[in-house]
């Protein structure tokens, strides 16, 4: 493999190079490998010359990328659909999930800070992978350095999302629900429950919804663990509860003991606790 090589580096050279050829890019000639060294510089490792710029680049790119292969790919999905896959496609957890594939992080130069926070872990790889399309598409100002790579994971991730009724996003999914069949928000309670930083279980939710707990879920963030306090929710709803048709709904006003603006008595919450819901 030729082309401009990091000068005075041959070590990160050549694991610049091992890194292209687990994408499947050996036989590039034309890389930037000033760039791709660039695109895998953390900010902490060099406060001027980071990923930071790259990473803006690229995330237009994969956008486009992700874009062009819905369109070729599903030409007859309406485009809010094609949107809606897209979001998930381009998400820090699918992006992040494909720097692991090429294990990424040894490849990226950061601060033993940086390397540490295991937090801030997800979002750093999805940086840095955005940051690598963009050197890739700057090598040649073209996707051809990008999709043949990134496609191999975005369509089975698109399949994947397109068979989820959720769209692998419950928080909007439930909203959505309950605000089409009752007019009303489901409510989030978070507790933390343990202090470690990075522990994958460091906070638990609860979704409560008209005077129900309708699910429970841990995560390493708030975020995460209201996510999974919803999927529990959406899931036991989709799988457990028939509705009339929206427009036979009764109005959801109504005053309790009355049939009108309670959820069905099926419902998941109503005398059960979290372990009734559907995983």
Same mark, same amino acid.
């Given at each position: 493999?030729?082309?401009?090589?990091?000068?005075?580096?041959?070590?990160?050279?050549?694991?610049?190079? $091992?890194?292209?050829?687990?994408?499947? @890019? %050996? /036989? &590039?000639?034309?890389?930037?490998?000033?760039? !791709?060294? #660039?695109?895998?510089?953390?900010?902490?490792?060099?406060?001027?010359?980071?990923?930071?710029?790259?990473?803006?680049?690229?995330?237009?790119?994969?956008?486009?990328?992700?874009?062009?292969?819905?369109?070729?790919?599903?030409?007859?999905?309406?485009?809010?659909?094609?949107?809606?896959?897209?979001?998930?496609?381009?998400?820090?957890?699918?992006?992040?999930?494909?720097?692991?594939?090429?294990?990424?992080?040894?490849?990226?130069?950061?601060?033993?800070?940086?390397?540490?926070? $295991?937090?801030?872990?997800?979002?750093? @790889? %999805? /940086? &840095?992978?955005?940051?690598?399309?963009?050197? !890739?598409? #700057?090598?040649?100002?073209?996707?051809?350095?990008?999709?043949?790579?990134?496609?191999?994971?975005?369509?089975?991730?698109?399949?994947?999302?397109?068979?989820?009724?959720?769209?692998?996003?419950?928080?909007?999914?439930?909203?959505?629900?309950?605000?089409?069949?009752?007019?009303?928000?489901?409510?989030?309670?978070?507790?933390?429950?343990?202090?470690?930083?990075?522990?994958?279980?460091?906070?638990?939710?609860?979704?409560?919804?008209?005077?129900?707990?309708?699910?429970?879920? $841990?995560?390493?963030?708030?975020?995460?663990?209201?996510? &999974?306090?919803?999927?529990?929710?959406?899931?036991?709803?989709?799988?457990?509860?028939?509705?009339?048709?929206?427009?036979?709904?009764?109005?959801?006003?109504?005053?309790?003991?009355?049939?009108?603006?309670?959820?069905?008595?099926?419902?998941?919450?109503?005398?059960?606790?979290?372990?009734?819901?559907?995983?």
């Amino acid at each position: 493999m030729s082309g401009s090589s990091v000068v005075g580096y041959p070590r990160r050279q050549r694991d610049l190079e $091992r890194l292209l050829d687990k994408m499947g @890019l %050996a /036989d &590039a000639s034309d890389v930037d490998w000033r760039l !791709l060294n #660039l695109a895998l510089t953390h900010p902490t490792a060099s406060a001027e010359a980071n990923y930071e710029q790259l990473e803006f680049v690229g995330d237009a790119v994969v956008r486009i990328a992700a874009a062009e292969l819905l369109w070729e790919v599903y030409p007859e999905v309406p485009v809010g659909e094609m949107a809606a896959v897209r979001s998930v496609l381009v998400s820090d957890r699918v992006l992040a999930g494909i720097a692991d594939t090429y294990n990424l992080e040894r490849y990226l130069l950061m601060a033993g800070s940086a390397a540490g926070d $295991r937090d801030g872990r997800q979002s750093r @790889l %999805a /940086d &840095a992978l955005e940051a690598v399309v963009g050197a !890739l598409y #700057l090598s040649r100002h073209n996707l051809q350095l990008v999709r043949p790579w990134l496609d191999e994971h975005f369509r089975p991730a698109a399949e994947q999302v397109r068979a989820d009724p959720a769209r692998q996003n419950y928080k909007a999914a439930l909203q959505e629900w309950t605000q089409a069949h009752y007019k009303a928000l489901p409510e989030y309670r978070v507790e933390e429950i343990r202090k470690r930083h990075g522990d994958r279980e460091r906070f638990m939710a609860q979704v409560w919804f008209m005077e129900r707990c309708l699910g429970t879920g $841990r995560g390493r963030s708030r975020k995460a663990a209201e996510q &999974a306090s919803a999927r529990e929710a959406f899931l036991a709803l989709q799988n457990l509860v028939e509705l009339p048709p929206i427009e036979a709904m009764p109005a959801p006003e109504a005053t309790p003991g009355d049939a009108q603006g309670h959820l069905p008595e099926n419902l998941p919450g109503n005398g059960s606790n979290s372990s009734d819901l559907a995983e």
